[in-house]
Nanobody, 117 residues
Framework: QVQVVESGGGLVQAGGSLRLSCAAS????????MGWYRQAPGEQRELVAT???????VYADSVKGRFTISRDAAKNTVYLQMDTLKPEDTAVYSC???????????WGQGTQVSVSS
C-alpha cells in the first residue's frame, strides 16, 4: 500500500511563509500527480495546487502568485511553498497522491496551517 507523510504545518503571522512537504512511499509506485487540498471549518474542501508527473501545475485562484508547488520525482516528494500567508489560508491541508493506471487517490493525515492576523 501507499503511505503519504506530510510535514511543515504550523502557526505563522499574516505575511509570513511556510513550506509543506509530502512524501509518498510504497513498492513500485507509479505516481500520476500529487498536490494538496485544504478545508477550513464550515467551508468546502478546496483544491490548492497540484502537479503532474509531466510537471503541469494547477493552482486555486486564491493562492496564485503566493504559493508554488514543486516536486522531487526521485524522492516521490512534493513541496508547497506558501508565501504572503493570509488569515484566510488557515485550514487543514491534506496531501494527495494519484497512483497507478486506475488513478487511485491516497491521502496524508493532514497538517494544520494557522495564520494569525
Amino acid at each position: 500500500q501507499v503511505q503519504v507523510v506530510e510535514s511543515g504545518g504550523g502557526l505563522v503571522q499574516a505575511g509570513g511563509s511556510l513550506r509543506l512537504s509530502c512524501a509518498a512511499s510504497g513498492s513500485d509506485i507509479n505516481i500520476n500527480a500529487m498536490g494538496w487540498y485544504r478545508q477550513a471549518p464550515g467551508e468546502q474542501r478546496e483544491l490548492v495546487a497540484t502537479i503532474t508527473n509531466g510537471d503541469v501545475t494547477v493552482y486555486a485562484d486564491s493562492v496564485k502568485g503566493r504559493f508554488t508547488i514543486s516536486r522531487d520525482a526521485a524522492k516521490n516528494t512534493v513541496y508547497l511553498q506558501m508565501d504572503t500567508l493570509k488569515p484566510e489560508d488557515t485550514a487543514v491541508y491534506s496531501c494527495f497522491v494519484v497512483v497507478g493506471y486506475d488513478w487511485i487517490y491516497y491521502w496524508g493525515q493532514g497538517t494544520q496551517v494557522s495564520v494569525s492576523s
